[in-house]
């Protein structure tokens, strides 16, 4: 009668894990801070959550001293985890504020790993790398 109690207790236990963990509810995204270098940009993709199609992830970049940093030319191209397709590379400038935005492009709904590259004048290409997963 124990032994049948915890079974069934267990058997319950994966059975509320599994449907949580296939919950259809999307939270929003929190933006995430990525530093390389002298760089630190923190990204924010809009919508949020990501959806498929079309996105933009906006960039606040700043350097060591924590000062923004305008007019640098910034490069993103995203590739799928699974297939490793590559889409198109897009590119943003600032307004001249320290803010930027990227536009990106997600056809189905799968990992994307984007490749952020930032380019300043007189200064070494900064290398950034941001996961993007849309619903």
Do not use: W
């Amino acid at each position: 009668m124990i032994r049948r109690f915890f079974t069934g207790a267990a058997l319950a236990v994966i059975l509320a894990a599994g449907v949580t963990g296939c919950s259809t509810s999307h939270e929003p995204v929190a933006s995430k801070t990525v530093a390389v270098a002298d760089l630190t940009a923190t990204i924010t993709p809009t919508p949020n959550p990501p959806q498929t199609g079309d996105n933009t992830l906006t960039l606040i970049l700043k350097d060591s001293a924590g000062n923004l940093v305008p007019n640098a030319n910034i490069s993103a191209t995203a590739v799928t985890k699974l297939t490793g397709n590559t889409g198109a590379t897009e590119s943003a400038r600032s307004d001249g504020n320290g803010s930027y935005r990227v536009p990106i492009h997600t056809p189905v709904s799968e990992l994307y790993f984007v490749t952020l590259t930032i380019q300043r004048t007189g200064r070494k290409d900064v290398v950034m790398k941001y996961g993007i997963k849309p619903v």
